[in-house]
Each structure stands twice: as structure tokens, then as C-alpha cells.
């Protein structure tokens, strides 16, 4: 074999080891990239640098792990949880209401009742009959009414929020008289004598009286004339023509005491009588005294429910 054809082949083989020593070299020097490298580093760059308002929250958590999104917060600004939290939840409610609710009834024991109940409005909002459910499964008490409330302002009818809270069947409940009132605000405006009704078939006496005069004196207070036309077509020996009376009373002395005092002249004494409603003039004629006494900065308290003068009694 001639000299320089065994020379070229000699050289070819250095310079494949070299090269290959190269390639070993470069290797060792670059780090080794994995899916989850690459994940952490999407996640960490691609996540807003401040999250300051619910519209980032939203987009946040449509695009990320509300669990990453939830760190994220909490890390960004230490001491800050209690502030992001309630949106955090209601945004994270109306795209998974029941994955969110989880999560909140994990939360410190002081957190949980506010983070349940903002996943819960959103909830309620976003899917009604699945925000309906989970109340209906969880256990019969206090909390289970609280939750309940916040549902009923999502039903749009009145009719069909009094049918789903005789459903869960409550008993009991020290606060079942604001979310009956609530109701029955809501249904007297359209039908006032089946809201009367229903709140009138209310077992519990002492919660029957303190929602039937709670329910008429806010809708005399939103309208007034409209709700003083309807008890001047009552019958006063209907059971709640004396409550009605007196809630209708009452709001009017707040707002037009002389008027108040002008519609009780038409009142007849047996009805009054009946109505309790001379304890609500009494608060419209110390109203009037207020009014046009100029030195007088004493507050006038309002009269005591009939509940309350029954208790004096006792």
C-alpha cells in the first residue's frame, strides 16, 4: 500500500477521536432537560407577575392548576390569602363549583365559612340544580340553612325557593327566620296574599310572627301605597291582618310619621286593638316631636314588637 494513502487513513482515524471526545465533552457541560424542567418553567414564566384584579384571577385559572394558582397567590404576597381568597373561590365556583368546594372545606377552620360561601354563590349562579344538590346532601343544621340562603337568592321564583327549603326540612334552626323573610320579601311584591299564607302556615309561632311582620314592613317601605291598598282589602279577622298592620305601620312612621298617624284614624278601635298598632303610632308620634323640636338631639327608640311586650308580660 503506498505511503500516503496509510498516512491519510492514520489521520482520519485522529480526527474521528477527537471529534468524538468533543461531543463527550459538549454533553457532560449541558444540562439534562425533562418534561417536568419544562412544565415548572411554563408554568413560573407564563404566570402574570402580579395578579391584580378578578379578571387575571380568571384567566389565571382557566389556563393553570387552580392548586398552582392558589401557591402562586400565596407565595407572591405572603399574608395576603385572606384578601385573594373570596375571589379566588368565586372565580374558581363558577368553572368547577364542586372540585372548589372541596378545596375550601380544606381550609383553616376561621377560613371555611367565607370560602364555602363564595364557591357556593358562583356556583349557584353558574348551575343552580347542582349547587341545590350538594345543600340537599350536607348534614341537617345551622350550616346547612346558611348555605341554603345563599342557593334561594339564586332561585327565580319565590314559589319554588319556599318548595325546596320545605324539602330539606328544616327543624330547629335558630336561623331559619332571616331565610323564610327573605323569602317572603321576594314573593309579596307579585303575590301578596300566597306569601302571607305561606308564611302564616309556619310552625314555630314566635317565627311566624317575627317573618310575616318582617316581610310586610320592608315591602310597605319599598311601596308603600300599593301595600296599604292591599290591607285595606283584608278581612282583619285573618291571622296575619294584625302583623301586616303593624309592619305597614311601622314603615310608614320612618318615613311619613303624619301620614301614618292620618291612615290609623280609619282604623277601627277593635282593630287596632288587635294589630298592636298603637305601639307603632307611638314610635310615629315620637318621630313627628323629634322632627319639630329643634333642641332636641335624643334618639327615639323604636317600640317593642308584640314578641318583646309579651316577654315584658311574662
Known amino acids: 500500500m503506498p505511503l500516503c494513502l496509510v498516512g491519510s487513513c492514520l489521520l482520519a482515524v485522529v480526527q474521528l477521536a477527537c471529534d468524538s471526545r468533543t461531543d463527550i465533552a459538549n454533553g457532560q457541560s449541558k444540562p439534562v432537560t425533562t418534561v417536568g424542567n419544562d412544565e415548572a418553567a411554563r408554568v413560573t414564566n407564563s404566570f402574570p407577575k402580579r395578579i391584580d384584579d378578578a379578571r387575571n384571577l380568571s384567566v389565571a385559572l382557566a389556563e393553570f392548576a387552580p392548586e398552582d394558582v392558589r401557591r402562586h397567590l400565596m407565595e407572591s404576597e405572603p399574608g395576603q390569602w385572606q384578601k385573594w381568597m373570596p375571589s379566588f373561590y368565586r372565580e374558581w365556583g363558577k368553572l ?3 372540585a372548589a368546594m372541596q378545596s375550601a372545606l380544606a381550609e383553616q377552620n376561621e377560613l371555611v365559612s367565607r370560602a364555602a360561601g363564595a364557591v357556593l354563590k358562583a356556583w349557584a349562579e353558574a348551575d343552580i340544580a347542582a349547587a341545590q344538590q350538594w345543600v340537599e346532601l ?18 327565580e321564583s319565590p314559589r319554588d325557593a319556599a318548595e325546596w327549603l320545605a324539602q330539606l326540612n328544616p327543624e330547629n334552626v335558630s336561623n331559619l327566620s332571616d331565610i323564610v323573610s327573605r323569602i317572603g320579601v321576594r314573593w309579596i311584591s307579585t303575590e301578596p296574599l300566597s306569601a302571607l299564607s305561606w308564611l302564616s302556615s309556619m310552625p314555630d309561632e314566635k317565627m311566624r310572627e317575627a317573618a310575616t311582620m318582617q316581610t310586610f ?12 291598598a292591599f290591607l285595606a282589602q283584608l278581612d282583619p279577622e285573618e291571622q296575619f291582618y294584625s302583623l301586616a298592620a303593624e309592619g305597614l305601620s311601622r314603615a310608614i312612621s320612618m318615613t311619613d310619621a303624619e301620614g301614618a298617624l292620618a291612615w290609623a284614624d280609619q282604623v277601627t278601635s277593635s282593630q287596632r286593638a288587635r294589630s298592636g298598632l298603637d305601639d307603632a303610632l307611638l314610635f310615629g308620634t315620637q318621630t313627628l316631636l323629634r322632627d319639630t323640636t329643634d333642641d332636641s338631639d335624643e334618639p327615639v327608640e323604636s317600640p317593642p314588637s308584640p314578641l318583646g311586650i309579651q316577654g315584658m308580660q311574662e
Do not use: H, L, M
Open 138 to 155: 350536607t348534614p341537617k343544621g345551622r350550616a346547612q340553612i346558611q348555605f341554603a340562603g345563599i342557593v334561594i337568592n339564586n332561585i
Open 217 to 228: 314592613f320592608q315591602w310597605s317601605k319599598q311601596d308603600p301605597e300599593v301595600a296599604s
Open 96 to 98: 368547577d363549583g364542586k
